[in-house]
Nanobody, 125 residues
Framework: VQLQAFGGGLVQAGGSLRLSCAASGDSFTQYTMAWFRQAPGKEREFVAAIRRSVSNTYYSDSVRGRFTISRDNAVSMVYLQMNSLKPEDTAVYYC???????????????????WGRGTQVTVSS
């Protein structure tokens, strides 16, 4: 599967952005989809994931309650709605996918086989 993330930009603290990730290829519904982010000088960190069943979502503690991950299997898209943004949310955001993840690995970047190019999110104070 090929992934293309877009929707990043510059926003003031407290504002909102919606990231999108378009997937191409077969069997989108088989993939667990996730968002990770990487700030300068820091390791890539888990943000959110959504299993094949749209009711199963997972978040990092730092974004829970502010970010919402969703997917539309009909058009092979995954979204990240980001509200109440903070300067510490500034990072490059990456879309990732994997078809074989077990639940215990869902927050681990090394277990995802497919990655899109990142999209920059900058939150000004």
């Amino acid at each position: 599967v090929q992934l293309q993330a877009f929707g990043g930009g510059l926003v003031q603290a407290g504002g909102s952005l919606r990231l999108s990730c378009a997937a191409s290829g077969d069997s989108f519904t088989q993939y667990t989809m996730a968002w990770f982010r990487q700030a300068p000088g820091k390791e890539r960190e888990f943000v959110a994931a959504i299993r094949r069943s749209v009711s199963n979502t997972y978040y990092s503690d730092s974004v829970r309650g502010r970010f919402t991950i969703s997917r539309d299997n009909a058009v092979s898209m995954v979204y990240l709605q980001m509200n109440s943004l903070k300067p510490e949310d500034t990072a490059v955001y990456y879309c990732a996918a994997d078809a074989r993840l077990i639940l215990s690995s869902i927050r681990m970047a090394q277990h995802y086989d497919y990655w899109g190019r990142g999209t920059q999110v900058t939150v000004s104070s």
